[in-house]
């Protein structure tokens, strides 16, 4: 599938329809920011651009699709579901 979006490590086009878009995200998101760490707009923009020129689109999927969070104008790769429910469940008082 990644055949048909992606040429010489650019993204010749993002995918209109979600589904298709969605997993060409999990892409996206390990090419441009493969630390757990803060990014700043800058930063992301910057990474985003290496790819396709739509970087608000790109942001914005990728935040819609619950890989990246953003609060006050810093990004993070999010916690995978798994290690949300993990730390979730961890911190309940034993009974």
Request: some cysteine; proline content about 7%.
């Amino acid at each position: 599938m990644l055949r048909a979006f992606v040429r010489d490590g650019r993204l010749v086009s993002i995918p209109a329809k979600p589904r298709k878009r969605e997993l060409l995200l999990p892409f996206i998101l390990e090419r441009c920011f493969p630390e757990d760490r803060d990014y700043e707009e800058k930063e992301v923009n910057q990474r985003l651009a290496q790819l396709h020129r739509d970087v608000a689109s790109l942001r914005r999927y990728l935040i819609d699709a619950g890989l990246m969070t953003r609060e006050a104008g810093i990004y993070r790769r999010a916690a995978p579901p798994e290690a949300g429910l993990a730390a979730a469940e961890s911190s309940e008082p034993a009974g």
